[in-house]
Nanobody, 118 residues
Framework: QVQLVESGGGLVQAGGSLRLSCAAS????????MGWYRQAPGKQRELVAAIDSGGYTNYKDSVRGRFTISRDNAKNTVYLQMNSLKPEDTAVYFC????????????WGQGTQVTVSS
């Protein structure tokens, strides 16, 4: 079992920045991939960014160049630095961790709200 605790959400004006953090605990030794999903009202949950244990990253096209995902394996923590935020980035952001590269049977955090005002 893996427990994930997110922090860092909030309200920011368009063009501003936020940094999300997600600390993992429990059976973290074999975690391969960690990432951030988001879900806006009335929309499906979507992958925003992911990073594997080797540091390989993957981004949703609309956030590439604005968001940066990073991982501190020693602290079992993943971060999402979000710059140049837009109103369409408003969503609940969820941290996820999995023992595989496809987020099968993934573990989830409770979510943190990010609201970007125009």
């Amino acid at each position: 079992q893996v427990q994930l605790v997110e922090s860092g959400g909030g309200l920011v004006q368009a063009g501003g920045s936020l940094r999300l953090s997600c600390a993992a605990s429990g059976s973290t030794l074999s975690i391969k991939t960690m990432g951030w999903y988001r879900q806006a009202p009335g929309k499906q949950r979507e992958l925003v960014a992911a990073i594997d244990s080797g540091g390989y990253t993957n981004y949703k096209d609309s956030v590439r160049g604005r968001f940066t995902i990073s991982r501190d394996n020693a602290k079992n923590t993943v971060y999402l630095q979000m710059n140049s935020l837009k109103p369409e980035d408003t969503a609940v952001y969820f941290c996820s961790a999995a023992y595989n590269s496809m987020f099968r049977n993934a573990y989830w955090g409770q979510g943190t709200q990010v609201t970007v005002s125009s």
